[in-house]
């Protein structure tokens, strides 16, 4: 049984785990892509989630080159739609505000460590009002590699001030849960629920159906530590 107490930092993925923004993605990325005579499906995209949107642009140019446009200049179209999506969609899912506010209770340092660009995690933290719970928020954007490179969450936790291994590690891709156990944190998954039910999920410490279940488990434990 995980128990809070062992760790002084939880870390949020934000694609998926905040919000549901991974239908989104493929609405943006589909017609973006169809828009350069690019014609991929939104299942073509499971295949690239967990990646940093540079990666995915330039993985599919590979697979499927297009003209008239650079892998740059697609990738900017596709986030000035998310941009647009996010701010008329994006909504908190289960648990999100409730389990910011149990962690924060508990004194724990919170972050943020995600693929997504700096300007797409502006428009999530303002849509969803949670901007204030989070100490520290990081971009692998700003890292040489994406995830499943630990990259992005060794530098989210230097910035906590906390050692990787007091780390835990909320992800819901089998990419971002590779990156945070190669960072050596402990991580717990609640898998985004359009996936494919993916088997090697079971690389990551524990698994829950939602954010409310994770803070239930905790308050179990930390009860059944008290008798």
């Known amino acids: 049984m995980l128990n809070l107490d062992h760790f002084d930092a939880i870390i949020y993925d934000m694609d998926g785990v905040l919000t549901d ?4 993605w493929k609405i943006a990325m589909e017609e973006v892509f169809a828009g350069v005579g690019c ?6 995209f499971q295949q690239t989630v967990g990646l940093r949107l540079d990666e995915v642009v330039v993985y599919w140019h590979s697979v499927a080159p297009w003209e008239n446009a650079t892998p740059k200049e697609v990738e900017q179209r596709i986030v000035q739609r998310m941009i647009t999506l ?14 910011l506010e149990y962690f924060a209770a508990q004194g724990k340092k919170i972050g943020l460590a995600t693929s997504s660009y700096e300007v797409l995690i502006d428009t999530i933290l303002d849509t969803l009002d949670i901007r204030h719970f989070f100490q520290t928020v990081h971009s692998a954007e700003k890292e ?10 060794l530098t989210a936790s230097e910035h906590l001030g906390v050692y990787p291994s007091k780390c835990l590690v909320i992800e819901d891709s089998l990419n971002g849960v590779i990156s945070a156990k190669a960072a050596r ?14 088997p090697r999920l079971i690389l990551a410490d524990a698994q829950f159906d939602t ?7 905790f308050k179990q434990a930390e009860h059944a530590g008290s008798h």
Do not use: F, W
């Open 21 to 24: 923004s991974e239908p989104l």
């Open 39 to 44: 014609h991929l499906t939104r299942q073509d």
């Open 185 to 198: 944190m402990t991580v717990v998954c609640i898998p985004e629920k359009t996936h494919s039910p993916e």
């Open 211 to 217: 954010l409310d279940h994770l803070i239930t488990h």
């Open 86 to 99: 996010l701010s008329e969609k994006a909504t908190p899912l289960t648990g999100v505000i409730n389990s």
């Open 144 to 153: 040489n590699y994406g995830k499943p490179h630990p990259a992005v969450y």
